[in-house]
Each structure stands twice: as structure tokens, then as C-alpha cells.
């Protein structure tokens, strides 16, 4: 198989069906910016302490499967509704608040806006959570305009308050403290 396809030369891509759309398109940006989410998860892992991170490397291998079904289902369009089946189960989000709720009892807690950064696995989730951030706003963007599987926002949602607490969990586990926002009040109860 060859990887270069001469495809996408004029700026066109194909969508799950066979529709073409520039690759400025709303639905490419946002499914694009889910795969930049899985790559950006992938650094993370690679950042990761050899010793006691079994546990997030699983769930982060979980969530890069579960970003190609988000992908998937935002590169369908409603004119592949009859033949695509979404990917994105109902249960996808709310099968993170657990690991929310897991991860968040590991780090102090938090009365102030933090400032993003820490051990270098900790600072690789923050990017990937603002990254997962970026891909349900242009996912929302998108669903202003067309049809989207409402799964595929509410996960992304649920994911970058997983990825949030799993930030914080790794500096916690490395001993390395937040640092609050300066200027914030106090804003978590």
C-alpha cells in the first residue's frame, strides 16, 4: 500500500462514504484535531516514569482506541447515515468518571486555577486535555451547522476533565507540585 495518494493534492479529502470536502472543512478540522488528541496522548506515554504508571498507560491506550471511533464518527457525514454506524457507545463518557473520580483523589486539592506545566508526563497531559479542548469546540462548531453523534461531544467533554486529573495525578506522583494561576480566586469548591 502506498501511503501518498495524489488524493488530497487540490485541498480535497475523502469522508467516510466517499463524499469530498476541502480540508478547511469544519468536520475534517474536527476530526483532525481528534487525531492530533491521540498523538499528543502518545507523547504523554512516552514521558511517562518506567515505574508506577501502569495504570494511566492503560487507560491512555484506551482512549487513543476510543479517539479513532470519535474520529471515525466525525468523519461521517449525514449523507453516509445510511450505511455508517456510529462508534461511539452511550456509555463512553460516563465509563470516564470513574478514572475521573480516581485520579483526581491522588492530587491535592484544588482550590485555584493551576498553571499548566510539571513533570514532563504531567505537562504532555495538560497539552493533550487543551488539545481534546480544541477538539469538541470544533466539534460543537460543526454541529452548528450539520448533524453530529451527540457521543462524540459528550466524550470529549468527559475526556479532558480525565486528562485534566490524570495531569495533575502524574505530578503528584513525581512529587512535583501545581502551581496555582496568580491571579485566581478561588473558584473550586
Known sequence: ??????GGDLG????IGGERRMKSDLRVEAYGTV???G???GLALSQM???GFDDMRDVILRVQQSLWDVGADLAA???????????TSDEAASELEPLIDQFQSEAAKLDKFVLRQ???AGAALHVACTVVRRAERAAVRLSEVEAVYPNTIRYLNRL???LFVMARAANARCEVSDTDYENSPSVFR
Open 1 to 6: 500500500m502506498r501511503i501518498y495518494t495524489r
Open 160 to 162: 479532558s476533565d480525565l
Open 39 to 41: 498523538a499528543f496522548l
Open 12 to 15: 480535497k479529502t475523502a469522508l
Open 49 to 51: 516514569p518506567a515505574q
Open 77 to 87: 457525514p449525514p449523507s453516509a447515515a445510511d450505511t455508517y454506524v456510529a462508534r
Open 118 to 120: 510539571g513533570h514532563p
Open 35 to 37: 487525531d492530533e488528541a
